[in-house]
Nanobody
Framework: QVQVVESGGGLVQPGGSLRLSCAAS????????MDWYRQAPGKQRELVAT???????NYADSVKGRFTISREIGKNTVYLRMNSLKLEDTAVYYC?????WGQGTLVTVSS
């Protein structure tokens, strides 16, 4: 069974930066896609960024040029570097790996 745990959320001012981390543990035997999603209050969960098993990255249009997804395969960890944060980036951010959701980490962008 796979477990997924996010960390790194917090309060940041507009224009600031944060780095989220997501570690997967358990019975993992292959390289796999890793996704970051987010859900803002009153909105549906949306896909923010993906890094495929082959290392290809994809981003939502709303975060392109500001967010960067990366990973450390040996640590089964995926990161989301978020720069130039905006008020509308406020959300709970979730990691999704091998069909398992993490518990989420709250990012609040506020002045």
């Amino acid at each position: 069974q796979v477990q997924v745990v996010e960390s790194g959320g917090g309060l940041v001012q507009p224009g600031g930066s944060l780095r989220l981390s997501c570690a997967a543990s358990g019975r993992i035997f292959r390289i796999y896609d890793m996704d970051w999603y987010r859900q803002a209050p009153g909105k549906q969960r949306e896909l923010v960024a993906t890094i495929t098993s082959g290392g290809r990255t994809n981003y939502a249009d709303s975060v392109k040029g500001r967010f960067t997804i990366s990973r450390e395969i040996g640590k089964n960890t995926v990161y989301l570097r978020m720069n130039s944060l905006k008020l509308e980036d406020t959300a709970v951010y979730y990691c999704y790996i091998l069909g398992v959701w993490g518990q989420g980490t709250l990012v609040t962008v506020s002045s």
